[in-house]
């Protein structure tokens, strides 16, 4: 019985990983789908977001947070393009300090 409620919390701990990583990649295909598969973008308008180094991108996502920085509203430029146009202080504000610290990390690592 005691077993296999450590086989029980094992695989309980196991999904809810699973489930945070899923959440995760649907943020970053969030970000691809205007910055650029891999955060290249092809776009004059949109930066690119590889080789950018973590501590930037989390500084640029703070300021986005805070509407420091100018946000402008943009299209999305791949997967579903007539979603609704987003801007970045939106973005930013939808994102946890774990999610931007993480999504920093993903992107400087491209
Ligand atoms: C709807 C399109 C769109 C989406 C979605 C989007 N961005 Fe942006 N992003 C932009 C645009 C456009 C800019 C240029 C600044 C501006 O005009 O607001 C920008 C700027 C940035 C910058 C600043 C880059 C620099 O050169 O300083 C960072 C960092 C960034 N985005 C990260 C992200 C992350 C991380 C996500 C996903 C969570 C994301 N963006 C989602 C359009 C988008």
């Known amino acids: 019985m005691r077993i296999s409620g450590y086989i029980l919390a094992a695989l ?7 489930a945070a990583a899923r959440e995760l990649q649907g943020v970053i295909s969030e970000c691809e789908a205007c910055h650029g598969p891999g955060g ?5 308008d949109v930066p ?3 080789g950018m180094g973590s501590q930037e991108l989390l500084d640029s996502l703070e300021q986005f947070y805070f509407y420091e ?14 979603k609704t146009p987003m801007n970045m202080c939106n973005v930013a504000n939808t994102l946890s300090a774990e999610e931007k610290s ?3 990390g993903y992107f400087a690592d491209q």
Request: glycine fraction near 6%.
């Open 69 to 82: 920085r100018h946000c402008s509203t943009t299209t999305y430029r791949h997967g579903d393009r007539p």
């Open 102 to 104: 993480t999504i920093a």
């Open 48 to 50: 690119s977001l590889a």
């Open 40 to 44: 290249v973008s092809s776009d004059e």
């Open 12 to 18: 309980l701990i196991g999904l809810t990983a699973n």
